[in-house]
């Protein structure tokens, strides 16, 4: 198996993330992304999806540009990570523009290839991890760490990831994640 791209990712997130850790964590970074990519090896052995597994963050979150991304790893490498990440409104602080920028990417996941929405997935339940394991330790008192506090505007952007990324149900990456959404914000209410 050739994991040269995989491998070349891996060194490259770890560059970009050093020195930083989880918000409200006290773990580096870069065991996310890590994450990220273990997930999506259960649904694929494409090497260029986990490489942008380990990526999703570097352009959000870092220095790195999309353009670093496509020159380092290629045009299909940069536009999974593109898809994944958020879009920021310059002059609009995080808080102010959290809910236009989640609908955006839930209405781009919605659309996405199915590659795009593995990488997407490997990333959303690495998140829902550890929002439940952080849910069952303190309650409601996790949301404070978040840039928007109300628990029902993440319930509405995780509900929706959910819908944006039912292409993959049935496998059990997908499975995990619904459940661990209904375990953290309660079963869907139907009308």
Do not use: C
């Not at 494409?46 to 959000?60: I, Y």
């Amino acid at each position: 198996m050739d994991t040269s791209i995989l491998d070349k990712a891996i060194i490259f997130a770890v560059k970009a993330h050093s020195g930083t850790e989880r918000r409200g964590k006290t773990f580096p970074y870069i065991v996310h992304p890590m994450e990220a990519v273990e997930i999506v090896a259960t649904l694929s052995s494409d090497q260029e999806l986990l490489a942008a597994a380990a990526l999703h963050d570097t352009v959000e979150d870092t220095h790195v540009t999309l353009e670093d991304i496509r020159r380092e790893f290629g045009p299909r490498v940069a536009k999974l990570v593109e898809e994944e990440s958020d879009v920021f409104m310059e002059g609009v602080s995080e808080s102010d523009s959290w809910h236009s920028r989640k609908q955006a990417a839930i209405d781009r996941l919605s659309k996405a290839s199915r590659d795009a929405k593995i990488v997407a997935l490997g990333d959303k339940l690495s998140n829902a991890r550890i929002i439940y394991r952080d849910f069952v330790q303190k309650g409601d008192e996790l949301w404070k760490i978040f840039h928007v506090t109300d628990v029902k505007e993440h319930e509405w952007h995780y509900r929706g990831l959910a819908t944006a990324l039912k292409e993959l149900e049935g496998t059990f990456a997908y499975s995990e994640f619904t459940e661990l959404v209904d375990k953290i914000f309660g079963s869907p209410k139907h009308s």
